[in-house]
């Protein structure tokens, strides 16, 4: 390994690229003894009788934004523009539905990356919607505040307001509304950016030309993720994109949860009760093509770091997707 290869933490959540390959680290752990529990579809029942209901995911998840309130845990995703360049490129007026904002490391480089764009930010979590708040009033911006838009919402069990699409406009999605779009390195169909809400009352936006679903599909229970990825579905325009990342099969924080943390095949419980999926490629290809999508990209970053404080090597894995709602169906 070269220096070149060692990343300290910070610089690494800057980065999008690979540093090594998956199949070569997927080999090391299935061959590894101590780590065969992570390989065994079942699961402890312990933790299975302890699986929570919606209303106890969310408390988990303000819980832990409470813990995390202060400005230090803020870390925004400078990567992001980079990995998903159509949100700086984007038409005028382009809406933006970021889910499960948290305290907004995704959101804010969204608003400053194109200073005409239009975002709405849910999580499920009161407290995680107080901190992104104050964090965008702290950006001493007001064309940022004045286009940020955020609001409460499980969207894996009670689904998106209808102010975002109304039941018409989601019925009209399904018509044929598009033009030719070239970001920085694609160029593909995308629908008609700025389409009012079709129905003659007005009574929603109109839905959405992007969807980010960044490190937070894994936050769900896997049975409710079809669901979700449907709710994603539902309020983007034909030949919106669905982007995504979250956590890469055999992430180095999968290896480091304990045979007890284990709630069933790659779904584990964290101490503080929020849990975490780790996906694979066709995890992520099933959900949304069941949902309707067409995949664009999808691919394992793969980027070493250094921990500062014990000098340990860290091979982070995660999911890379674009996805885009059919123009016509
Ligand atoms: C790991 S954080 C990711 C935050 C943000 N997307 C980012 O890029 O940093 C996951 C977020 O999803 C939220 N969340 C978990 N389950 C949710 C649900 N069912 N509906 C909406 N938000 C949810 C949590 O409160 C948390 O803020």
Same mark, same amino acid.
């Given at each position: 390994?070269?220096?070149?290869?060692?990343?300290?933490?910070?610089?690494?959540?800057?980065?999008?690229?690979? /540093? !090594?390959?998956?199949? #070569?680290?997927?080999?090391?752990?299935?061959?590894?003894? =101590?780590?065969?529990?992570? %390989?065994?579809? @079942?699961?402890?029942?312990?933790?299975?009788?302890?699986?929570?209901?919606?209303?106890?995911?969310?408390?988990?998840?303000?819980?832990?934004?409470?813990?995390?309130?202060?400005?230090?845990?803020?870390?925004?995703?400078?990567?992001?523009?980079?990995?998903?360049?159509?949100?700086?490129?984007?038409?005028?007026?382009?809406?933006?539905?970021?889910?499960?904002?948290?305290?907004?490391?995704?959101?804010?480089?969204?608003?400053?990356?194109?200073?005409?764009?239009?975002?709405?930010?849910?999580?499920?979590?009161?407290?995680?919607?107080?901190?992104?708040?104050?964090?965008?009033?702290?950006?001493?911006?007001?064309?940022?505040?004045?286009?940020?838009?955020?609001?409460?919402? /499980? !969207?894996?069990?009670? #689904?998106?307001?209808?102010?975002?699409?109304?039941?018409? =406009?989601?019925?009209?999605? %399904?018509?044929? @509304?598009?033009?030719?779009?070239?970001?920085?390195?694609?160029?593909?169909?995308?629908?008609?950016?700025?389409?009012?809400?079709?129905?003659?009352?007005?009574?929603?936006?109109?839905?959405?030309?992007?969807?980010?679903?960044?490190?937070?599909?894994?936050?769900?229970?896997?049975?409710?993720?079809?669901?979700?990825?449907?709710?994603?579905?539902?309020?983007?325009?034909?030949?919106?994109?669905?982007?995504?990342?979250?956590?890469?099969?055999?992430?180095?924080?999968?290896?480091?949860?304990?045979?007890?943390?284990?709630?069933?095949?790659?779904?584990?419980?964290?101490?503080?009760?929020?849990?975490?999926?780790?996906?694979?490629?066709?995890?992520?290809?099933?959900?949304?093509?069941?949902?309707?999508?067409?995949?664009?990209?999808?691919?394992?970053?793969?980027?070493?770091?250094?921990?500062?404080?014990?000098?340990?090597?860290?091979?982070?894995?995660?999911?890379?997707?674009?996805?885009?709602?059919?123009?016509?169906?």
């Amino acid at each position: 390994m070269t220096t070149r290869n060692i990343r300290n933490i910070s610089e690494a959540e800057n980065y999008y690229s690979k /540093d !090594f390959d998956w199949e #070569g680290l997927r080999e090391e752990v299935e061959t590894n003894p =101590c780590l065969q529990f992570h %390989l065994l579809p @079942h699961f402890s029942q312990n933790i299975a009788n302890q699986i929570e209901d919606a209303q106890q995911n969310s408390e988990a998840w303000n819980k832990f934004h409470a813990r995390h309130s202060t400005g230090k845990f803020f870390k925004e995703r400078r990567y992001l523009l980079k990995e998903f360049p159509e949100l700086a490129s984007c038409e005028d007026n382009s809406k933006v539905l970021e889910v499960g904002c948290g305290n907004g490391s995704t959101a804010l480089p969204i608003l400053r990356g194109r200073q005409s764009i239009i975002l709405y930010a849910c999580d499920c979590s009161s407290e995680a919607l107080e901190r992104v708040k104050e964090i965008i009033n702290d950006a001493n911006s007001i064309s940022v505040k004045h286009r940020f838009h955020p609001f409460q919402c /499980d !969207f894996s069990t009670v #689904g998106f307001p209808s102010w975002l699409a109304c039941s018409t =406009c989601r019925g009209s999605f %399904l018509q044929n @509304h598009n033009l030719r779009f070239s970001g920085a390195n694609n160029s593909y169909i995308i629908n008609d950016l700025n389409q009012p809400c079709s129905n003659e009352v007005k009574c929603c936006v109109g839905g959405v030309d992007f969807v980010t679903l960044i490190f937070t599909l894994s936050a769900l229970p896997l049975d409710r993720m079809p669901n979700a990825i449907a709710q994603c579905f539902s309020v983007l325009k034909p030949g919106g994109l669905l982007l995504f990342r979250d956590y890469g099969l055999y992430d180095m924080t999968m290896l480091r949860f304990e045979p007890g943390q284990k709630m069933g095949f790659r779904e584990y419980l964290r101490s503080d009760g929020t849990r975490s999926y780790f996906f694979c490629l066709n995890t992520v290809r099933n959900l949304t093509t069941a949902a309707g999508f067409t995949e664009i990209e999808l691919e394992y970053c793969c980027v070493k770091s250094v921990n500062r404080r014990n000098g340990k090597i860290m091979k982070r894995v995660s999911v890379h997707g674009k996805f885009q709602k059919p123009t016509c169906t």
